[in-house]
């Protein structure tokens, strides 16, 4: 059970967009329809933005969307936005696991 | 209103064991599997394992395995989460989650220090 593949980093202008790739394996994202995308704020817990690939919770801005390819997963922020300056985590499951990405930090300019 | 409710910072010995609890507030615990995942500190999330309340079934990432045991108890709408032979690597959050085939609602996070 191997940790996906995120960048360690991204960064955008606010207004800009940002997208950030999550790569895993035929075992996991290749194979799973359950790839969520996780934000989060220092000290805080973290919070779902994205599930099921590219479904989008209540509550959640539609500035969020995910999308999957093979054995990579994506998720983008359009209009990046002071708030969502954070680090964020894909995760998927990998039959009765779960693995995690190893984080995106993504900075707001 | 629903909330994982989790237990206070500890402080534990190398070599000792530390036991987290988890407790659901708002909703039945046998709803949902509950899973464990962690964060040392600056590192990424990292998933322990998962219990079922249901039937007690558990499901460990390999790395914990042999030292990790999650238990719940329907009659106080608890999980814990027990973990032994602790190392300076132990040293994280651990966060307890409530999955429905994602995790839609985590506690606030136990910070466990081992040293």
């Known amino acids: 059970q191997s940790a996906l593949s995120q960048p360690p980093s991204a960064s955008g202008s606010a207004g800009q967009s940002v997208t950030i790739s999550c790569t895993g394996s035929?075992?996991?994202?290749?194979?799973?329809?359950?790839v969520s995308w996780y934000q989060q704020h220092p000290g805080k817990a973290p919070k779902v933005v994205i599930y099921?690939?590219?479904k989008r919770p209540s509550g959640v801005a539609d500035r969020f969307s995910g999308s999957k390819s093979g054995n990579t997963a994506s998720l983008t922020v359009s209009g990046l936005q002071p708030e969502d300056e954070a680090d964020y985590y894909c995760c998927s499951h990998a039959g009765a696991y779960r693995v995690f990405g190893g984080g995106t930090k993504v900075t707001v300019l | 209103q629903e909330e994982l409710v989790q237990s206070g910072a500890e402080m534990k010995k190398p070599g000792s064991s530390m036991k987290v609890s988890c407790k659901a507030s708002?909703?039945?615990?046998?709803?949902?599997?509950i899973h464990w995942v962690r964060q040392a500190p600056g590192q990424g999330l990292e998933w322990m394992g998962r219990?079922?309340?249901?039937?007690?079934?558990?499901k460990s990432a390999g790395k914990f395995q042999g030292r990790v045991t999650m238990t719940t108890d329907t009659s106080s709408n608890t999980a814990y989460m027990e973990l032994t032979r602790l190392t300076s690597d132990d040293t994280a959050i651990y966060f307890c989650?409530?999955?429905?085939?994602?995790?839609?609602?985590w506690g606030p996070g136990t910070l466990v220090t081992v040293s």
């Open positions: 219990v079922d309340p249901k039937t007690g079934g558990t």
């Open positions: 989650a409530r999955e429905d085939w994602h995790f839609i609602l």
């Open positions: 035929s075992s996991d994202i290749g194979s799973s329809n359950y």
């Open positions: 099921e690939g590219n």
């Open positions: 708002g909703y039945s615990l046998t709803r949902n599997h």
